[in-house]
Nanobody, 120 residues
Framework: VQLQASGGGLVQVGGSLRLSCAAS????????MGWYRQAPGKQRELVAR???????NYAGSVKGRFTISRDNAKNTVYLQMNSLIPEDTAVYYC???????????????WGQGTQVTVSS
């Protein structure tokens, strides 16, 4: 199983970016999918998470600005980021709780990370 993230880049304050993360491989099902971020010198933190049914939760610092969504048919999770501020600058990582096929073993997988830089 692999997670491939894309969509990062350089944007000015107030701008928007949309991140995507597609899971591929021998997948029976995917439970939670999420986005985390890690800024230089800081610990990795949860940004947003979504379960299979579409229930979401967000870090307080992004609530109202970021929206997480998923396409279960495509095994893909998205993060729409609006009203970006310099404090959002970080490497963003996706992750997913994947039940593998045919073993049904549940593992957590991480994407490779994509850089988001917000310039003032």
């Amino acid at each position: 199983v692999q997670l491939q993230a894309s969509g990062g880049g350089l944007v000015q304050v107030g701008g928007s970016l949309r991140l995507s993360c597609a899971a591929s491989g021998s997948i029976a099902s995917i439970n939670n999918m999420g986005w985390y971020r890690q800024a230089p010198g800081k610990q990795r933190e949860l940004v947003a998470r979504i379960d299979y049914g579409g229930s979401t939760n967000y870090a307080g610092s992004v609530k109202g600005r970021f929206t997480i969504s998923r396409d279960n048919a495509k095994n893909t999770v998205y993060l729409q980021m609006n009203s970006l501020i310099p404090e959002d600058t970080a490497v963003y990582y996706c992750n997913a709780d994947v039940r593998q096929w045919p073993s049904r073993i549940l593992n957590i997988y991480w994407g490779q990370g994509t850089q988001v830089t917000v310039s003032s």
